[in-house]
């Protein structure tokens, strides 16, 4: 296309944002307006992409991490010829594939779920890492970000993170339009506050009228020529571009335009252009999954290892069994063990440093490439990266993550250090998978067992060393849990997981030689929870106590509960968990303290059978 006919383009997907804002009652067609005619250039000249193989894995990647702009990336899917004007107007509506944001559970074409500011350039660098390091067809990923929310963190983190990898296939166009939702960013157009940032991170910097179609054309084709450096294209904008009511106003974020009929008329009018989008090299995709047999470590009874441990040996077993896995650590793999899998594969070995959001991040853009990452570090520090655990489930993100010294059972370290809410945390995001493992041979089946699920896989390992109780060939099925003590007299059923297991295993043989039988449930899968074992259980001994290291909103003792709130007479249930505050003290100290150690336990047991009705 000519400087002419790429004008008319962007006016076109100017109108067609309009138009389908007004169409919906709602949206941000504002904010769409600002970055046209980066979008038309970007379309017709610069990005490779085949429409009808959004898989074919030389296509260029494109992330629209100013995601409220979906109307510009509908319109563009419209000018492409991937959508149709009839479900161009459903946007925003019940059932439509266009949602106000953008998400790929609906959209083969999109690469991440965006909306939550300030993520879409974290996992394009995973993207970009992939496509460096991992599938190496030469693709180059594009992201178009809002400069509102280049205030946020995660954006510097992946700056420097890119930077440092000198990822020269990642392009960031900064869609500088100078106001946010409530009024003025920080910077405003001031192009070389935020040029002064990126170079900082060793960034190649282009600043750029974003409104000037040649312009626009040469710094694209000036990014796709810089090598040793990403590129970061700082272009000013107006809000609102093209049309006089709102162009450059504040108050304009996030609604239709006041009249859209007489906005489009000063637009030009409707149009009908079709864009032929360059197409991808050949390519072949360079990392199928390989047919290795698994080898998993094995342990044996009596043995006492750490969790963790076997948490990075099993992973290094299945990185030799496939190919596709991939591990990510937050600068922590010595003591997530996710080194051993480094020093076996370090082609596969991604060190993320102390930036966790990154980490998840990178992570998720592994895994839209079709990698299947394991991303570890403190369960306490995964806290920081909530908000990307929460949007990769938004986007149907196929990553495993695990927590390490997790729980109070940590010792001197004090609380900082202490994963406490990690439970809960996990198991509020949709369609997630939290598994708690309480020996080695059972973590090491679990981590294998991870890799074949869908969603979000959460898995808590332990800092100290714990007996191994189950054998190496003992199966456990996520979903399901493991009876270790049971006789036709127990009066209650305790229900532990990780650690606590332990714990609950020595006060039950402490109360049997005392002649109180109790039942021992290890629930290792907290999500999906046994239902069927726990409610034998409770019909079997009327009474439940969990012991958790956690806090006790949201963690075993919830889960628990979950199976017994379909109606049924819910059993008497008590929680034993992590009320206090703790301080540094030995692992003993601490579980004693919060009183989850097996004597708290056995007094916890005695108390409830004394005033147990017999069933």
Not at 16 to 37: C, I, N, Q
Not at 84 to 92: G, K, S
Not at 121 to 127: A, H, R
Not at 293 to 305: I, S
Request: overall charge negative; hydrophobic content about 40%.
């Amino acid at each position: 296309m000519n400087t002419r006919q790429l004008t008319e383009l962007a006016q076109q997907l100017r109108v067609d944002s309009v138009r389908a804002s007004a169409a919906a009652g709602s949206g941000h067609p504002t904010s769409s307006m600002s970055a046209a005619d980066l979008m038309a250039v970007l379309l017709a000249h610069h990005l490779r992409y085949d429409f009808e193989r959004p898989a074919h894995p030389a296509n260029d990647r494109f992330v629209l991490s100013k995601g409220h702009a979906s109307p510009l990336l509908y319109a563009a899917y419209k000018a492409a010829g991937a959508i149709n004007e009839t479900e161009l107007l459903t946007f925003r509506k019940l059932g439509s594939r266009l949602e106000g944001h953008p998400t790929p559970r609906r959209l083969p074409w999109v690469e991440t779920a965006t909306g939550s500011l300030g993520q879409g350039l974290p996992v394009g660098v995973g993207i970009a890492l992939a496509g460096q390091r991992l599938d190496r067809t030469g693709y180059r990923v594009w992201v178009l970000c809002g400069d509102s929310e280049l205030a946020e963190g995660s954006v510097w983190e992946a700056a420097e993170h890119a930077g440092y990898e000198h990822l020269d296939n990642l392009i960031a166009i900064v869609d500088v339009n100078r106001l946010g939702q409530r009024g003025p960013t920080r910077h405003g157009h001031d192009l070389d506050a935020y040029a002064r940032r990126f170079k900082a991170f060793d960034w190649h910097t282009v600043e750029v009228d974003g409104h000037d179609i040649e312009a626009i054309d040469r710094a694209f084709a000036e990014a796709e020529s810089t090598a040793g450096q990403p590129t970061v294209i700082l272009a000013r904008t107006l809000k609102g571009k093209g049309v006089a009511a709102v162009q450059d106003r504040e108050g304009q974020h996030g609604k239709p335009l006041p009249d859209a009929d007489e906005a489009i008329a000063e637009l030009g009018g409707v149009r009908d252009l079709r864009v032929e989008v360059q197409g991808p090299p050949a390519a072949r995709m360079l990392h199928a999954v390989q047919g290795g047999h698994l080898e998993l470590p094995r342990y044996d009874l009596g043995d006492e290892v750490p969790t963790r441990d076997a948490y990075g040996q099993a992973l290094a077993a299945l990185g030799n069994a496939r190919g596709d896995v991939v591990a990510l650590d937050g600068e922590v793999g010595d003591s997530t063990r996710s080194e051993y899998f480094g020093k076996e594969h370090p082609e596969r070995y991604f060190e993320c440093y102390i930036a966790e959001q990154q980490m998840v991040a990178a992570a998720v853009g592994m895994a839209a490439r079709g990698w299947v990452p394991y991303a570890s570090t403190f369960a306490a520090f995964l806290t920081r990266a909530h908000d990307f655990v929460r949007m990769a489930s938004i986007s149907g993100s196929g990553i495993n993550l695990v927590g390490s010294h997790a729980g109070c059972a940590i010792g001197q370290d004090g609380p900082s250090q202490m994963g406490l809410e990690d439970l809960a945390m996990f198991r509020s995001v949709y369609d997630s998978t939290v598994l708690y493992p309480c020996d080695a041979n059972q973590t090491a089946r679990l981590v294998a067992s991870m890799a074949g699920r869908e969603g979000i896989r959460y898995l808590r390992t332990s800092r100290g060393k714990t007996p191994v109780i189950y054998g190496p060939t003992e199966e456990f099925p996520i979903g399901g849990s493991k009876v270790l003590r049971a006789s036709h007299e127990d009066r209650l059923t305790v229900v532990a997981a990780g650690g606590t297991v332990h714990e609950a295993l020595k006060a039950a043989d402490a109360l049997a030689r005392q002649g109180v039988r109790v039942r021992v449930i290890d629930l290792y899968s907290v999500k999906p929870v046994d239902r069927e074992t726990l409610r034998e259980a409770a019909d079997r001994t009327g009474c439940l106590l969990t012991v958790e290291d956690h806090r006790e909103e949201g963690g075993l003792g919830d889960a628990v509960l979950d199976a017994f709130l379909d109606g049924r007479p819910v059993p008497r249930l008590v929680r034993l968990a992590v009320r206090t505050m703790p301080g540094s003290a030995t692992p003993e100290e601490q579980l004693h303290a919060a009183g989850i150690d097996a004597e708290s336990i056995a007094a916890s047991a005695r108390l409830l059978v004394e005033h147990a009705v017999v069933p």
